[in-house]
């Protein structure tokens, strides 16, 4: 089935913003991108969208749709252990399945409102997120989280749910060791072999606190000294004081192309060079490092480097779900760095930045001719249209197409 879009303007981005320019879309692809005069000329069903700027979708590139419920019932904390410590003891005692099933809904409901087309979920109940996610129709790579907790047989789970989602074109399925400090060493060497073995990629959380730095270099810190007395087993680390967290990878060999490295707001300089050197893809979580009192990651490395993506995080380490409210700290936070074409940048690490971290940049993330129609437009209410896109709150959302059908046209 054919379809033409006409939007006043068109914001690809590799060609940068297009004026009176129009798409044909064939199926779930973009066949054709052209003046509209042109494409107007053939009879296809036509959605007129005027004075509006159309994009490729936002994506979500970190997000823990299961833990809308921590929310209510977390004491605003001071700082990033504090904070674990409390999740841990709030995950003990829950009748789990009820409540995160709300979660998810919810989660769901106020991420994809503001034109979010695909999510980069961290599910730690075994697949108990993915019947919603399946009927939400937002295209998912779904991280099958691991820690010490629920690492007897995960490469048995994980196999079991891919069989599972096997004919759902909308989600791909990877691991997520859930960091260095919750697992053994020797189950990070599962990871790996897993990975490799099965050609999926990894994710974690890394270099996310002050903590974590002093931990895994052999110094005092709160994770022995706290949070690992809560729990029944403290995770075997090999620990090194040359290694920062990065390094640890790197030793356990775990650093390549298909690693995704999410936070990253304690990087030394070595760290940069090697995740500069590997190509490392980076996601970017700003509003969850001031949440837990720490410091926001080198926005000026990050905004010109060429893999990085954006998340917000669960709503357990954020104030809402709102990826347009996540693209707007980054601006707001980013203007006095003084980085060229600042919006644009913001733009692309949202979209094609996303898609590289979750291994999708070759089929989509930008409007290119065979790419997989995932689309949204926004109404323009101001002088920039870029501005419509970051300064709204996604209010201004006129369409939304995943993998060519329309989810929301007003
Ligand atoms: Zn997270």
Redesign the pocket.
């Known amino acids: 089935m054919y379809r033409i879009i006409n939007s006043k303007y068109i914001w690809c981005p590799k060609n940068g913003i297009l004026k009176d320019y129009s798409i044909l879309i064939k199926s779930n692809k973009i066949h054709k991108i052209d003046h509209y005069k042109n494409l107007n000329k053939l009879k296809y069903k036509k959605i007129n969208l005027k004075n509006s700027i159309l994009m490729p979708g936002l994506i979500n590139s ?1 997000i ?1 749709l299961e833990l809308n419920w921590v929310k209510k019932k977390l004491n605003y904390s001071s700082d990033f252990t504090d904070w674990l410590s409390q999740i841990i003891d709030l995950k003990k005692g829950f009748d789990k399945n009820q409540l995160i099933k709300e979660s998810v809904k919810e989660a769901i409901r106020e991420c994809s409102k503001c034109g979010v087309t695909t999510i980069g979920e ?1 599910g730690s109940y075994n697949g108990l997120d993915i019947s919603t996610i399946k009927k939400s129709g937002l295209r998912c790579s779904y991280f099958y989280e691991i820690a010490n907790s629920n690492s007897l047989s995960f490469e048995k789970n994980i196999l079991k749910i891919r069989k599972k989602i096997s004919n759902n074109k909308l989600i791909n399925l990877k691991v997520f060791p859930h960091s260095i400090y919750s697992l053994d060493t020797n189950i990070w060497k599962r990871c790996k072999k897993f990975s490799i073995k099965n050609n999926v990629g990894i994710c974690t ?1 890394l270099s996310e606190s002050r903590e974590e730095i002093k931990f895994i270099k052999g110094k005092k810190n709160k994770f022995d000294n706290m949070i690992f007395n809560k729990l029944g087993n403290p995770p075997k680390v090999k620990r090194k004081s040359t290694f920062t967290p990065l390094k640890y990878l790197e030793d356990l060999g775990i650093i390549n192309n298909n690693l995704t490295l ?1 936070h990253m707001n304690n990087l030394s300089k070595q760290d940069k060079n090697i995740i500069k050197k590997n190509q490392l893809r980076v996601v970017l ?1 700003p509003r ?1 490092n001031l949440f837990l009192n720490e410091k926001l990651p080198d926005l000026k490395f990050f905004l010109d480097y060429h893999s990085t993506g954006l ?1 917000t ?2 709503l357990s ?1 954020n104030k809402d779900l709102n990826f347009v409210n996540e693209m707007n700290f980054l601006y707001l936070n980013s203007k006095k760095l003084n980085v060229k074409n600042l919006k644009e940048k913001i733009l692309s690490i949202s979209t094609i930045g996303g898609a590289k971290c979750l291994g999708l940049d070759k089929k989509l993330g930008s409007i290119e001719e065979n790419k997989i129609a995932d689309l949204i437009a926004f109404e323009i209410k101001d002088q920039n249209p870029i501005d419509s896109i970051i300064f709204r709150e996604g209010k201004n959302i006129k369409l939304k197409i995943i993998d060519g059908k329309i989810i929301k046209f007003q």
């Open positions: 970190h823990h961290i959380h999410v979580c969850s998340g995080d669960g380490s």
